[in-house]
């Protein structure tokens, strides 16, 4: 396997992540004075979260020791840490998919972490701000890897070539680069199943459908994915469903077309047509399971809808005027009855769902967010509103 005899062995043939890898940056700091943290790796697929944690056992002398939170049993975990006991040599645990620990597991990490028995390391593509527990986070440090840019998907493609004499013209070299959507690991992948036809129409055949997230380095799909957007904005279903067959023929990623879709349905209809939201979740959902070639006919059925619903941008609105106002103004002091457990809240179902209180902030209770647009169910929705509040 291409990616896997071809992970770096050391810190200087560690190709990117330069935020992190450097003169005076953090991994390598910790690597030239000795000292080593229990440290969380995140970010995408493919991007040296593991190699990088090999190489920082290897230079600083620490055992290295693999668990997958996916299979990872506690009392061979305690077993493997107890070996070293008494010792001067401390492991390295390495637990990878660590988001997939549950809280009691990552409870156990704990007292191993407060006492150094070993130096804990996770990697994970899930943000461990949300899925790991205040106290591990407290205990750690955390790193965020970032994909791999063009050159370093260049650099690290030319030196496999080179190394295994592989015969491959420009072309598909950036077919390969340019689909893996920063992925090492997926473009040796690629290469690996073609290294002995690297014709661009074998290339496509084993990989029709681009991995990037629907922004190509000329742009060409970033392009495409936004003329779609601006036509559904624009209620022209025909140039919507045109936009939508290019990407589809360029082999753009149905879970990013229709990753985009629910985002302009909340983004751009809103509670004019609450309903689309709705549709654009299940298309987001049934194109996951299902894939091309069938998914096109879902997502077009999605731009379809969207592009013919009412558009209101209401919500989308009233949250960034929200946002940028509770950022100028930062401490304005809850009503006393609306917080917790206060006696003079007044519950609205025992008044027959509505009685009259103040929930904003004294001083700033006249400030309106939600501008109504009249537009479609939300014209519904206000008339509601007015006639709930003055029953």
């Not at 390391?121 to 407290?138: E, H």
């Not at 008044?351 to 309106?368: C, E, L, R, S």
Request: charged share 20%; hydrophobic share 40%; with cysteine.
């Amino acid at each position: 396997m291409l990616a896997l005899d071809n992970r770096p062995k050391s810190i200087k043939d560690f190709i990117g992540q330069k935020h992190l890898v450097g003169p005076n940056k953090p991994i390598s700091n910790m690597i030239k004075n000795n000292t080593l943290m229990h440290c969380f790796f995140y970010g995408p697929p493919g991007v040296g979260k593991t190699s990088l944690a090999k190489i920082l056992a290897k230079e600083l002398g620490y055992e290295f020791l693999e668990f997958n939170a996916t299979s990872i049993k506690i009392d061979d975990l305690r077993q493997q840490i107890s070996k070293y006991k008494g010792t001067l040599i401390k492991p390295i645990v390495f637990i990878d998919e660590i988001h997939r620990l549950n809280k009691n597991q990552q409870e156990v990490l704990l007292p191993i972490m407060e006492n150094f028995e070993a130096i804990i390391f996770g990697a994970s593509t899930y943000n461990p701000y949300s899925s790991l527990t205040n106290a591990i986070r407290s205990r750690s440090i955390i790193f965020e890897f970032k994909a791999l840019n063009k050159e370093e998907l260049i650099e690290i493609l030319e030196n496999t070539v080179k190394k295994y004499n592989i015969s491959i013209n420009e072309d598909s070299k950036q077919y390969i680069i340019n689909t893996s959507n920063g992925d090492a690991r997926a473009m040796l992948n690629l290469l690996d199943l073609s290294k002995n036809n690297t014709n661009i129409e074998n290339l496509k055949q084993i990989r029709p459908i681009s991995l990037n997230e629907g922004v190509s380095e000329d742009s060409t799909h970033y392009d495409l994915i936004s003329a779609m957007i601006k036509s559904i904005r624009g209620s022209d279903e025909n140039a919507a469903i045109y936009y939508l067959a290019r990407l589809i023929v360029a082999g753009e990623n149905p879970d990013f077309i229709a990753r985009r879709l629910v985002i302009l349905a909340s983004e751009d209809i809103g509670n004019a047509n609450p309903n689309a939201l709705n549709i654009a979740t299940n298309t987001m959902l049934s194109v996951a399971k299902i894939g091309y070639p069938e998914a096109r006919i879902l997502l077009s059925q999605c731009v379809i809808y969207l592009a013919a619903s009412p558009k209101s941008n209401t919500s989308y609105k009233a949250i960034n005027d929200a946002i940028t106002f509770v950022k100028d103004n930062p401490k304005h002091k809850v009503p006393s009855n609306i917080q917790h457990f206060h006696k003079n809240y007044k519950y609205p179902h025992n008044f027959g769902g509505y009685v009259k209180q103040n929930y904003m902030p004294y001083d700033i209770k006249a400030i309106k967010f939600v501008k109504w647009s009249n537009i479609g169910f939300e014209k519904n929705l206000q008339e509601w509103v007015e006639k709930i509040k003055n029953q």
